[in-house]
């Protein structure tokens, strides 16, 4: 996500602390965080819809070579995801293995340098700060852009904007033209939250309007559940969640709108260690130039997402 989450804070931020990596995840405007209320519907979650076999893909020697000695002596790369944005990181129908594009993402990279592959869940928020000490790698839909380039290293590999939703019909009448007093849910710490709805807000207020009521809640499946069940008016998410979400929900919700704000996603590795960075750059083009990178997204239906030059820290606007 989305990260299109994907996500984040436009206050200044000092790039090598990992207080500036904090304000990257955190929340600027929030004004709910706890779960759906008792009595909720079930939350809604993603099915095990495609799976990647990570033994098609042959170790590339070359690579492996340039790995960093850290994680080459432990013969694992860690990986920090928060496993609640279907399609793209989520836990199976066990409730506890992640699955996803960005896991077989993950997992390719893993059988390209010969390592093995674990996928830790973790709060969107917390992986930032935790790349180097917890992490490898982050891979979680995260959204690049100026500020977190200033916190970490990001290595593109596929493409989301914004996508809205609403119960199907529409019956709140919700207009992205006016959000102004609607209850609008997101994911905490995405570009969703701040700063697109956080300046929809600003807006509202300026224009001697009511302000958006934004939910924000640390899950996305808790999000979708409560526009199923209609304690929140809409929702914005990165394009492939909204559309899986979609696909889940039966018919219950549905789209409201275009997709917009289209912007590359990042994998997040440590600011200090670019070598890294540079080896798993190098590692998603191979996985472009032999097939498996097109097959992992055709799997999950978001080839659309796909991009055909994956580049270090790349320019983008803000």
Partial sequence: MQISRSLLSTSTLKAATVLAIGALTLSACTNASEKAPAGAAPSVSGSAAASFDPSTVQKDDALAAMVPESIKSKGTLTV???TSYAPAEFLGTDGQTPVGYDVDIAKAIGATLGLKVQVQTSEFTGILPALGPKYDLGISSFTINPERLGAVNMVSYFNAGTAWAVQKGN???VSLDDLCGKS??????TVQEDPDLSDRSKKCV???????NVVTLKNQTDITTRLVNGSVDAMAADSPITGYAITQTNGQIEKLGDVYDSAPQGIAVAKSDMALAEVVQKTVTKLMENG??????EGWGNADGAITKSEVNPAVGS
């Fill in 80 to 82: 920090g995801s928060d």
């Fill in 206 to 212: 300026a224009d001697s309007k009511p302000a958006i």
């Fill in 171 to 173: 019956p709140k009448k």
């Fill in 292 to 297: 498996s990178y097109k097959k992992i997204l």
């Fill in 184 to 189: 609008v849910g997101v994911q905490t710490g």
